[in-house]
């Protein structure tokens, strides 16, 4: 008998920012394996769209994930309805390009609540008794801005390098716990902001953007079957690491 190693049936599991791009994907792609799947993002209308395109029985929930302290009641609300959560996705997240000298102290604080204090919110909020299931994971979304440097990219690069770290300690101090915590870092894949982008720039300087990515730019599945692939029973032995998805941006 041929089993599925990447079997999620049943397995609940909430995905911030599922109303767009990576997020949206990887809610369609773990609820195409079977798992239960807790939507949450700002917009309604938009959570409403990706639930149309899922099979079974899910959830949705519009929440603002820059107040850090009301994730964990939040969460323990979730659970309640849902059963303990077999895993959390920290798919949201604030892109910004800026030159150091026009960085204000705002714009840092709104960046960082959503990239990186949710995240620790969502950590805090998984954690609780009830919320989570033995064997359950927590997987944040960086970048490889967070592993290399770029011009103009030090606010966004600061919050996706914080989210290597903080994968690294959550995943020592949570271990006890039996929660496994890790990290994936992608390089520039084709969302609506990439397409944004392509749009925006002057043919030559995308060819350069492209040129950088050895196999291509990538999709937004590439980065929700490694998700997968930490969540499901295939990561059982993986924790405190954070997996480049990147279509070699990184080897050079």
């Known amino acids: 008998m041929i089993c599925n190693p990447l079997d999620l049936t049943g397995k609940a599991i909430l995905v911030t920012g599922a109303s767009s791009g990576i997020g949206r994907e990887t809610a369609i792609y773990l609820a195409g394996l079977g798992a239960r799947i807790v939507l949450t993002g700002r917009d309604l209308t938009r959570l409403e769209a990706v639930h149309a395109k899922l099979a079974g029985q899910h959830l949705m929930e519009a929440f603002e994930l820059s107040s850090s302290d009301e994730i964990a009641p939040w969460m323990k609300s979730i659970a309640g309805r849902t059963g303990p959560l077999h895993g959390v996705v920290h798919s949201a997240g604030v892109s910004a390009t800026r030159p150091l000298r026009t960085i204000s102290q705002k714009e840092i604080n709104s960046l960082m609540a959503i990239n990186v204090n949710a995240a620790f919110g969502l950590a805090k909020g998984f954690r609780q008794k009830g919320v989570f299931a033995p064997g359950g994971g927590i997987v944040l979304l960086s970048s490889v801005m ?6 103009g990219n ?4 600061a919050s ?6 903080l994968t690294k300690s959550l995943a020592l101090e949570l271990a006890r716990e039996d929660i496994r915590v890790n990290c994936i870092a992608p390089a520039m894949v084709m969302t609506e902001m990439g ?3 392509k749009a925006t720039l002057p043919p030559e300087n995308w060819n350069a953007v492209e040129a950088m990515h050895p196999l291509g730019v990538g999709r937004p ?7 997968a692939f930490l969540l499901a029973p295939t990561g059982r032995w993986i924790t405190g ?3 480049v998805v ?5 080897a050079a």
């Not at 030090?154 to 690069?157: A, D, G, R, T, W």
């Not at 599945?221 to 998700?227: K, L, P």
């Open 221 to 227: 599945e590439d980065v929700a079957a490694a998700v």
């Open 195 to 197: 397409e944004h982008l």
């Open 241 to 243: 690491t954070t997996l």
């Open 160 to 165: 996706k390098g914080a989210l290597v770290s």
């Open 154 to 157: 030090s606010l966004y690069s």
């Open 146 to 151: 967070g592993l290399v440097g770029q011009p």
């Open 246 to 250: 990147d279509g070699g941006y990184t």
